[in-house]
């Protein structure tokens, strides 16, 4: 190589060394701001208040009392965190007169208008404060009914969950309520009061009347039928030491420490067994057989404790059941809290000694473990940046979020349909939209091929039954959007789609093979090029709303950014002698030449791309260079000269404008609406530091960046090097 040609690839390494450290930092940020904290478990009372699929909880108290009279009260009372001072959105619906107090002042009285019309749901903004809020609904039983439905005034993406508020139940998930009351109460409850405090009876009733052993309070006496006790034998005296393990049991019974049996009788009684045990925690199970009366055991000892932390729970045992006697039990499969476990019943889950008591898993993370589209793009760009950068643990990060959403995947639909709903996988559990499954359903099947994840392959089946036979389509089997969360959201087709739908459709394709879902995407950008392009000027409208049967004509920025980035992701994988290959790239090389006539001066391109007064918006910039990188490279833009420009420029404007050296993103717009005017996307749809919607897509520009400066350079492009460092 001349002496031209090493003074200049080291200019390159230089600049790319500069773009693995922009890469790395926002990556490292990232992983800071969300660490990978464990899914929560908490103890929920299934007899309590269960929650409807707007994630808002039931009080029907017509329901839990038939005999109350006209006039008579009932309080629920539960407590809410928040880590700092904030306004909450709420949601009501009164079956009769309501209040709402929050910190034991009135934050809500309803009308009467409110009162006699139970569909009516209305909004409620609180204002929290830092540390323990504490809530308490007052119903009144009248003519018109009794009691409500309240919770959150969003659910599905931000779904949040109350917490039991006295001492006695502290960490269950859910409300308490009091029993049949004449008047109002004087003092209402709140922080630091217990039940007993109160004098008041609070249910839902956990405790037992009886005091038969466990087994048989939790699951009756019915013969031949076993049952499982899971619990952890913690060894802290150094080297091997003797532990025994002493108690009794009625009915048969079987102990196993780390699946080894190592004790075994047919018939009730003590017993005690030594056990020889190094250093450390072990997994103790018990099988237990009823013969048809009192069944259970007891085991001393303070060595034990819960397999995992699970909140409200005062007990060491999980247990669960029944099975057949006669059925030889998966033990090792069986002992983990992202199964369901297969009875002859059905499917059943761990539970607790107290009366109608369950563990249940709950995110409690903002975004660590969280299903929703926006994390699909961003661990997309997580999961290149370490494969770029041969950062294992960024890759590791990456995959552990995919798999707890995967993992817990059949756990979150079972959970779905006992409570009403889930406590995790809020949106995977309950797809109705595109929204719900595509983007973090594309990220997952990449995921999956770096390292096979616990239900991938399960979710993947049901993502793609969804888009492919439930989501709603028109004639021409465009997808659209038959209703909303809101009215005017009804009836439209939004350019976002493509992104929500086609890189899964195309993944999908990859896995299996099976040409339908190639066929799909492919036709999904030609009918949405019908309905939205803009020829004039050659990009996208942002909606096409049939009410109005027209085109909103606002070209959003990143709504375009997802168009072109999803068309770079189907012609990767789409083969040269598809019958649509060249309709797709003159439809790439003309939505590119049009994106390129309205780059900003900075390199940037405008959140109203055609309105260089709306602000420089950082995620659709990074999708426009990332797409004209792949496309320079992938040979689809033959005019190379002006992309080259257009990708340096707008990666080198990215960095001064949208990047700081905290590896912070500026300028990333808000989750969208949409509008017929500018207005709205220009001042309402604001910016927001670190939003998800664009950390990912940034990593994936910086990463194609890369790639286009090390093609330039194996490809000797030696006319243009001196203008591109």
């Given at each position: 190589?001349?002496?031209?040609?090493?003074?200049?690839?080291?200019?390159?390494?230089?600049?790319?060394?500069?773009?693995?450290?922009?890469?790395?930092?926002?990556?490292?940020?990232?992983?800071?701001?969300?660490?990978?904290?464990?899914?929560?478990?908490?103890?929920?009372?299934?007899?309590?208040?269960?929650?409807?699929?707007?994630?808002?909880?039931?009080?029907?108290?017509?329901?839990?009392?038939?005999?109350?009279?006209?006039?008579?009260?009932?309080?629920?009372?539960?407590?809410?965190?928040?880590?700092?001072?904030?306004?909450?959105?709420?949601?009501?619906?009164?079956?009769?007169?309501?209040?709402?107090?929050?910190?034991?002042?009135?934050?809500?009285?309803?009308?009467?208008?409110?009162?006699?019309?139970?569909?009516?749901?209305?909004h409620i903004r609180v204002a929290l404060k830092k540390g323990w809020n504490h809530f308490v609904l007052q119903f009144m039983k009248t003519p018109s009914g009794f009691g409500g439905i309240f919770g959150t005034g969003s659910f599905k993406r931000y779904p949040m969950h109350f917490l039991a508020p006295s001492a006695e139940r502290e960490g269950q998930e859910g409300w308490i309520y009091s029993e049949l009351l004449e008047s109002e109460l004087e003092n209402l409850p709140g922080e630091g009061s217990s039940e007993a405090g109160t004098e008041l009876k609070w249910l839902p009733n956990l405790k037992w009347d009886s005091d038969e052993f466990q087994l048989t309070r939790l699951f009756g006496s019915t013969e031949n039928r076993q049952a499982i006790a899971w619990s952890k034998l913690v060894c802290h005296r150094p080297g091997m030491q003797t532990y025994v393990l002493k108690g009794e049991h009625k009915g048969e019974m079987e102990l196993f420490v780390n699946g080894n049996s190592v004790y075994r009788s047919a018939e009730g009684q003590v017993f005690q067994v030594p056990v020889d045990l190094p250093y450390g925690e072990y997994d103790v199970l018990v099988k237990s057989i009823c013969h048809g009366s009192d069944w259970g055991f007891q085991l001393e000892g303070n060595e034990f404790t819960l397999p995992v932390p699970v909140k409200g729970v005062n007990d060491v045992w999980l247990y669960a059941g029944t099975f057949p006697a006669d059925v030889v039990l998966p033990f090792e499969g069986m002992l983990r809290l992202d199964t369901l476990l297969e009875t002859d019943k059905g499917q059943t889950y761990w539970r607790v000694d107290r009366r109608a008591t369950w563990v249940r898993p709950y995110l409690e993370n903002p975004l660590f473990g969280k299903w929703d589209y926006p994390l699909g793009v961003t661990l997309y760009g997580l999961l290149q940046t370490g494969k770029e950068l041969r950062r294992q643990d960024i890759i590791d990060y990456a995959l552990r979020h995919i798999e707890i959403c995967t993992s817990f995947y059949k756990y979150s639909l079972w959970d779905r349909e006992q409570y009403g709903a889930a406590g995790i996988n809020t949106q995977l559990s309950a797809i109705d939209s595109l929204d719900d499954c595509g983007s973090f359903g594309a990220t997952m099947l990449l995921a999956n091929q770096m390292g096979p994840l616990r239900g991938a392959m399960e979710v993947a089946g049901d993502v793609a039954h969804y888009i492919s036979s439930k989501q709603d389509r028109l004639p021409d089997n465009a997808l659209y959007r038959r209703f909303g969360s809101v009215d005017f959201m009804k009836d439209t087709i939004w350019c976002d789609d493509l992104y929500m739908s086609t890189p899964f459709l195309c993944r999908y394709y990859e896995e299996t093979g099976e040409r339908a879902y190639l066929d799909d995407a492919v036709n999904q950008f030609l009918r949405y090029r019908e309905y939205l392009f803009i020829p004039e000027l050659n990009i996208m409208s942002h909606v096409y709303d049939f009410k109005f049967n027209t085109a909103t004509e606002v070209a959003w920025g990143r709504g375009n950014g997802w168009v072109l980035f999803s068309l770079s992701e189907l012609l990767a994988v789409l083969p040269e002698d598809h019958d649509q290959r060249e309709d797709l790239l003159d439809f790439f090389r003309e939505l590119s030449k049009g994106y390129l006539d309205l780059q900003g001066e900075n390199g940037l391109w405008h959140q109203v791309l055609n309105d260089h007064e709306s602000y420089e918006e950082t995620s659709c910039t990074s999708m426009f260079i990332y797409a004209f990188a792949r496309g320079i490279r992938s040979g689809w833009l033959t005019e190379h000269e002006p992309y080259i420009q257009s990708v340096f420029r707008g990666f080198e404007g990215l960095s001064k404008a949208g990047i700081d050296k905290q590896g912070n993103v500026y300028g990333v717009c808000q989750g969208s609406g949409y509008a017929f005017t500018k207005d709205y996307y220009k001042h309402d749809l604001t910016w927001i530091l670190n939003d998800t919607h664009g950390i990912g897509i940034v990593l994936l520009a910086g990463i194609e960046t890369l790639k286009l400066k090390n093609w330039l350079v194996q490809a000797n492009y030696s006319n243009q090097r001196r203008s591109l460092v």
């Amino acid at each position: 190589m001349s002496a031209y040609f090493q003074r200049n690839d080291s200019i390159f390494s230089k600049v790319n060394h500069q773009i693995e450290s922009v890469l790395a930092t926002i990556s490292d940020r990232y992983i800071g701001s969300n660490p990978p904290h464990p899914i929560t478990f908490r103890a929920f009372c299934k007899s309590g208040f269960l929650r409807g699929s707007d994630y808002r909880y039931l009080m029907n108290l017509d329901e839990r009392f038939p005999d109350a009279q006209n006039g008579q009260i009932v309080y629920a009372w539960a407590k809410l965190w928040s880590d700092e001072p904030k306004d909450m959105a709420l949601a009501l619906n009164c079956y009769g007169p309501a209040r709402l107090f929050l910190n034991q002042e009135l934050a809500f009285k309803s009308s009467i208008v409110v009162e006699t019309d139970p569909n009516r749901k209305t909004h409620i903004r609180v204002a929290l404060k830092k540390g323990w809020n504490h809530f308490v609904l007052q119903f009144m039983k009248t003519p018109s009914g009794f009691g409500g439905i309240f919770g959150t005034g969003s659910f599905k993406r931000y779904p949040m969950h109350f917490l039991a508020p006295s001492a006695e139940r502290e960490g269950q998930e859910g409300w308490i309520y009091s029993e049949l009351l004449e008047s109002e109460l004087e003092n209402l409850p709140g922080e630091g009061s217990s039940e007993a405090g109160t004098e008041l009876k609070w249910l839902p009733n956990l405790k037992w009347d009886s005091d038969e052993f466990q087994l048989t309070r939790l699951f009756g006496s019915t013969e031949n039928r076993q049952a499982i006790a899971w619990s952890k034998l913690v060894c802290h005296r150094p080297g091997m030491q003797t532990y025994v393990l002493k108690g009794e049991h009625k009915g048969e019974m079987e102990l196993f420490v780390n699946g080894n049996s190592v004790y075994r009788s047919a018939e009730g009684q003590v017993f005690q067994v030594p056990v020889d045990l190094p250093y450390g925690e072990y997994d103790v199970l018990v099988k237990s057989i009823c013969h048809g009366s009192d069944w259970g055991f007891q085991l001393e000892g303070n060595e034990f404790t819960l397999p995992v932390p699970v909140k409200g729970v005062n007990d060491v045992w999980l247990y669960a059941g029944t099975f057949p006697a006669d059925v030889v039990l998966p033990f090792e499969g069986m002992l983990r809290l992202d199964t369901l476990l297969e009875t002859d019943k059905g499917q059943t889950y761990w539970r607790v000694d107290r009366r109608a008591t369950w563990v249940r898993p709950y995110l409690e993370n903002p975004l660590f473990g969280k299903w929703d589209y926006p994390l699909g793009v961003t661990l997309y760009g997580l999961l290149q940046t370490g494969k770029e950068l041969r950062r294992q643990d960024i890759i590791d990060y990456a995959l552990r979020h995919i798999e707890i959403c995967t993992s817990f995947y059949k756990y979150s639909l079972w959970d779905r349909e006992q409570y009403g709903a889930a406590g995790i996988n809020t949106q995977l559990s309950a797809i109705d939209s595109l929204d719900d499954c595509g983007s973090f359903g594309a990220t997952m099947l990449l995921a999956n091929q770096m390292g096979p994840l616990r239900g991938a392959m399960e979710v993947a089946g049901d993502v793609a039954h969804y888009i492919s036979s439930k989501q709603d389509r028109l004639p021409d089997n465009a997808l659209y959007r038959r209703f909303g969360s809101v009215d005017f959201m009804k009836d439209t087709i939004w350019c976002d789609d493509l992104y929500m739908s086609t890189p899964f459709l195309c993944r999908y394709y990859e896995e299996t093979g099976e040409r339908a879902y190639l066929d799909d995407a492919v036709n999904q950008f030609l009918r949405y090029r019908e309905y939205l392009f803009i020829p004039e000027l050659n990009i996208m409208s942002h909606v096409y709303d049939f009410k109005f049967n027209t085109a909103t004509e606002v070209a959003w920025g990143r709504g375009n950014g997802w168009v072109l980035f999803s068309l770079s992701e189907l012609l990767a994988v789409l083969p040269e002698d598809h019958d649509q290959r060249e309709d797709l790239l003159d439809f790439f090389r003309e939505l590119s030449k049009g994106y390129l006539d309205l780059q900003g001066e900075n390199g940037l391109w405008h959140q109203v791309l055609n309105d260089h007064e709306s602000y420089e918006e950082t995620s659709c910039t990074s999708m426009f260079i990332y797409a004209f990188a792949r496309g320079i490279r992938s040979g689809w833009l033959t005019e190379h000269e002006p992309y080259i420009q257009s990708v340096f420029r707008g990666f080198e404007g990215l960095s001064k404008a949208g990047i700081d050296k905290q590896g912070n993103v500026y300028g990333v717009c808000q989750g969208s609406g949409y509008a017929f005017t500018k207005d709205y996307y220009k001042h309402d749809l604001t910016w927001i530091l670190n939003d998800t919607h664009g950390i990912g897509i940034v990593l994936l520009a910086g990463i194609e960046t890369l790639k286009l400066k090390n093609w330039l350079v194996q490809a000797n492009y030696s006319n243009q090097r001196r203008s591109l460092v």
